[in-house]
């Protein structure tokens, strides 16, 4: 089964910028891939997913104007550049692959998980 890891991760301070990358075992040039976060005492939220048929891209509101999520088809590797970051931001952010290329909101349309990768942001 395709496996999927990120890295990026990090300490940084409010205002900086970070690129998370989940990489593929596999090809999954076909699935949407989503990014998705959990912070401390919360459930986890969407944060943004790209369609691989047509790339479109949604965002979460709380992002949008400030994460991109580009992807490298040829690498299987998805990214999420994230920008103007504040403590709001600090959370386990894990990337998800949806063979349906739905791009969907739910986490339960994504079959596919890493482990995560810890973003704190401080003053």
């Known amino acids: 089964q395709v496996q999927l890891v990120e890295s990026g991760g990090g300490l940084v301070r409010t205002g900086d910028s970070l690129r998370l990358s989940c990489a593929a075992s596999?090809?999954?040039?076909?699935?949407?891939t989503g990014w998705f976060r959990q912070a401390p005492g919360k459930g986890r939220e969407f944060v943004a997913s790209i369609r691989s048929s047509d790339s479109r891209t949604y965002y979460a509101t709380s992002v949008q104007s400030r994460f991109t999520i580009p992807r490298d088809n040829a690498k299987d590797t998805a990214y999420l550049q994230m920008n103007s970051l504040s403590s709001e931001d600090t959370a386990v952010y894990c990337c998800?692959?949806?063979?349906?290329?739905?791009?969907?909101?739910?986490?339960?349309?994504?079959?596919?998980w890493g482990q995560g990768t810890q973003v704190t942001v401080y003053w």
């Open positions: 998800a692959a949806d063979s349906l290329d739905g791009g969907g909101y739910a986490c339960a349309e994504y079959e596919l």
């Open positions: 596999g090809h999954i040039a076909g699935y949407s």
